[in-house]
């Protein structure tokens, strides 16, 4: 069973990820957005990590919802909303109990990743972090650590891709052959997960 504790460590290798990517991140949003991605996720989750130490949610649902909260208040660039609406629809779906199974979390992400395709209007193969999050959701059915390697394999998977959603759509043509920077952060989002789980 997963517990409070498993979510707080999940949100905390989320920040020290993007801390560690913000550059690489950023980086990959100055080839086909506005080179402000890595900002946005280090100060995104930076106050997530600090909303949690100060209000100590009791439950994963709990955890989640505030930090989905706190990435829609404190981020202003699409991912903000995005992210945020991810995490709150996962927590809402996650319910009060305190611990929560493997398959419910499945389930749970499976409503916060199909929230953010409603919210954003995006599909797969629209070069968004929803190439990421699809396929991961999917394979954490088995595993954290299938849903780490399955969101990498599908943000490797954007660079080919044509944008069709989001800032790097106006390039049309001209944002094949670089990675999606939604994608890539999505993937650090998964990384942190199995690293929560020990896989
Ligand atoms: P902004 O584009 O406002 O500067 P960010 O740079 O923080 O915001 O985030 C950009 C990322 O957000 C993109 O790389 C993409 O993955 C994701 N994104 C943008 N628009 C959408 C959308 N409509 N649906 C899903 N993801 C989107
Ligand atoms: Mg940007
Ligand atoms: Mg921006």
């Known amino acids: 069973m997963l517990d409070t504790d498993f979510f707080r460590r999940w949100m905390a290798a989320t920040a020290a990820a993007v801390e560690r990517e913000a550059e690489r991140l950023t980086g990959l949003d100055s080839a086909i957005g506005d080179a402000d991605h890595g900002s946005n996720m280090r100060r995104g989750f930076g106050t997530v990590t600090a909303v949690l130490e100060s209000e100590s949610p009791a439950t994963p649902g709990a955890v989640l919802v505030l930090a989905g909260r706190q990435l829609i208040s404190t981020v202003g660039g699409a991912s903000g909303p995005l992210y945020g609406t991810l995490l709150?629809?996962?927590?809402?779906?996650?319910?009060?109990?305190?611990?929560?199974?493997?398959?419910?979390?499945?389930?749970?992400?499976?409503?916060?990743?199909?929230?953010?395709?409603?919210?954003?209007?995006?599909?797969?193969?629209?070069?968004?972090?929803?190439?990421?999050?699809?396929?991961?959701?999917?394979?954490?059915?088995?595993?954290?650590?299938?849903?780490?390697?399955?969101?990498?394999?599908?943000?490797?998977?954007?660079?080919?891709?044509?944008?069709?959603?989001?800032?790097?759509?106006?390039?049309?043509?001209?944002?094949?052959?670089?990675?999606?920077?939604?994608?890539?952060?999505?993937?650090?989002?998964?990384?942190?997960?199995?690293?929560?789980?020990?896989?």
């Open 88 to 199: 709150r629809r996962t927590g809402k779906a996650l319910g009060e109990s305190g611990e929560v199974s493997q398959g419910q979390l499945a389930e749970a992400f499976g409503a916060g990743v199909a929230a953010v395709a409603r919210l954003g209007g995006a599909k797969a193969g629209d070069k968004t972090m929803l190439d990421a999050l699809l396929p991961a959701s999917r394979a954490l059915a088995d595993s954290a650590g299938a849903a780490r390697d399955a969101a990498r394999a599908g943000a490797l998977g954007t660079v080919p891709l044509r944008a069709r959603k989001g800032r790097a759509s106006c390039l049309g043509e001209g944002s094949v052959g670089h990675q999606d920077p939604g994608a890539a952060s999505a993937a650090l989002l998964m990384e942190a997960l199995a690293e929560a789980a020990g896989e």
